[in-house]
């Protein structure tokens, strides 16, 4: 069993990420407003937290690297620190490379998905921080397992999934996303390149990260200032 994981984005009309770049609101409709949606929707889902990746997460997470004073062995299964009833604020970070200095992030408790190849030192530092962490196999890129971990160590049930088109992509690839959330912004980005809501790399695997699933509308809503709210399920696709 896994929680139930909503794709939560904000995007210009050409699926375009960074706000900063869209174009100005029109006469009359306040920038507040609009971008107020996002949080806003987010509330109506009643999720016990929510997923970014190591860039995303980087802007928030403002800790500095130190050196841990006695390391010892540490085995590598999931750490729970004191949550202490708080929702989650979830990092991927495969290779350990966020720094947290607390154990919180706007009064989310931090839990790190981490690679087992993370260093002994590394795990101590969140145990210094009081940071909680779980672990996607050994290069930390087995999100399937983890999100596991978190509906059976933490028993959450539903998480939302914040994250820049890399992490969207290996999620849907991995089948990991139950529904999407998109609130189009009445903007536009334009520029070719810039970062969209999925940006599967691929690699040596040129097969689409939606492959094998299919989108099913389930609402809409315009909300005030023009903005469009759409609810897509993720369902397997049919057989051709």
């Known amino acids: 069993m896994r929680p139930y994981i909503i794709c939560h984005m904000i995007t210009s009309?050409?699926?375009?990420?960074?706000?900063?770049?869209?174009?100005a609101a029109a006469a009359g409709i306040s920038t507040?407003?609009?971008r107020g949606h996002y949080e806003t929707v987010a509330d109506q889902f009643e999720a016990e937290g929510w997923i970014v990746g190591r860039m995303t997460m980087s802007e928030m997470a403002k800790g500095?690297?130190?050196?841990?004073?006695?390391?010892?062995?540490?085995?590598?299964?999931?750490?729970?620190?004191n949550r202490n009833g708080r929702n989650l604020a979830i990092a991927i970070d495969p290779s350990g490379r966020l720094h947290y200095?607390?154990?919180?992030i706007?009064?989310?408790?931090i839990v790190a998905v981490l690679g087992e190849q993370v260093s002994d030192a590394y795990l101590s530092e969140l145990w210094e921080d009081g940071v909680s962490y779980?672990?996607?196999?050994?290069?930390?890129d087995d999100l399937s397992l983890a999100m596991a971990q978190l509906a059976s160590v933490f028993g959450v049930k539903k998480l939302l999934l914040e994250g820049g088109g890399r992490i969207n992509g290996s999620f849907l690839r991995q089948r990991l996303i139950d529904e999407f959330s998109t609130l189009i912004y009445p903007g536009i980005d334009g520029l070719a390149g810039t970062p969209s809501i999925v940006d599967w790399d691929g690699g040596d695997d040129d097969q689409r990260p939606g492959a094998g699933q299919a989108l099913r509308l389930i609402a809409c809503e315009?909300?005030?200032?023009?903005m469009v709210w759409l609810r897509h399920a993720v369902e397997p696709a049919p057989a051709v």
């Open 101 to 104: 200095g607390r154990d919180n």
């Open 134 to 140: 779980v672990f996607a196999g050994p290069k930390g």
């Open 106 to 109: 706007g009064g989310d408790h």
């Open 13 to 23: 009309i050409d699926g375009r990420l960074h706000p900063s770049r869209f174009t």
């Open 64 to 81: 500095q690297e130190r050196t841990v004073s006695a390391v010892t062995p540490i085995e590598r299964t999931p750490y729970v620190a």
């Open 222 to 226: 315009t909300l005030e200032g023009g």
């Open 32 to 34: 507040d407003a609009l």
